[in-house]
């Protein structure tokens, strides 16, 4: 999980999402029962496809790269309907974080939310582990309700950093000069917030060098 920006809200539910909130909260306080129409229309296309781009085609919590993915309420409808088509409740995720996820809601013990935390001061990517850090109870929440240590995303990270140990091998051997420079420009480029299991990799790389690699300037940093 890294932090996350949210982009300008796509120019659909800018101008619609307040009458298509309106008219599902309408259907629910009528008590009808609410079409697949007015339930999902914060799945349409231009939704999607915002949502990709703000994230890279990943998953918001675990950085599994999706091809389809799907649309999650980052406060679940269930508990906060209001908030069914709002822009910042929305984030592209992969369906078993989804499904670990599930309606999970507290107003007072929240779960991160990339978009506002910065998840660095919550969680310890340690290995191909993602550990909460000792004493913090919204990163613990966190990694045992979406299970960011299952299995298959172990098995994936751990696939991760084992492809980009020749790279960092060669970087360390080779001579100064130019070669030297753009390896590690491609090393770099696999800590970038496009790549998938990004804070993985940037904490390997930092166990092997001692630096924080560059990401994106944040303000959240330094709060
Ligand atoms: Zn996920």
Known sequence: MIALRKMAPPEILATKGPEWTAEYLAA??????????????????AVKATLHEETHSK?????TRVSVGETDHILPVKERPE???????LALCCKEC??????????SEPL??????DP?????????????????????????????SRPDLIERRSRRINDLMPLVDRWKVHEEGETKKLLWQLILKEAADDSEYAATVRAYLFSEFGV??????DNRAAA
């Open 120 to 148: 660095d001061r919550h969680l310890l990517f340690f290995g191909p582990l993602v550990l909460h850090r000792s004493g913090d109870d919204k990163g613990m929440r966190t990694t045992v309700r979406l299970e960011l």
């Open 112 to 117: 991160i939310n990339p978009f506002v935390d």
């Open 98 to 107: 989804n499904r670990a996820k599930g309606p999970y809601y507290s107003a």
């Open 59 to 63: 998953c918001a919590y675990c950085e």
């Open 28 to 45: 629910k306080t009528a008590g009808e029962p609410v079409s697949d129409t007015v339930r999902f229309r914060y799945r349409h296309a």
């Open 83 to 89: 908030l069914i088509c709002v822009w910042e409740n």
């Open 212 to 217: 924080r690699v560059p990401s994106e300037p």
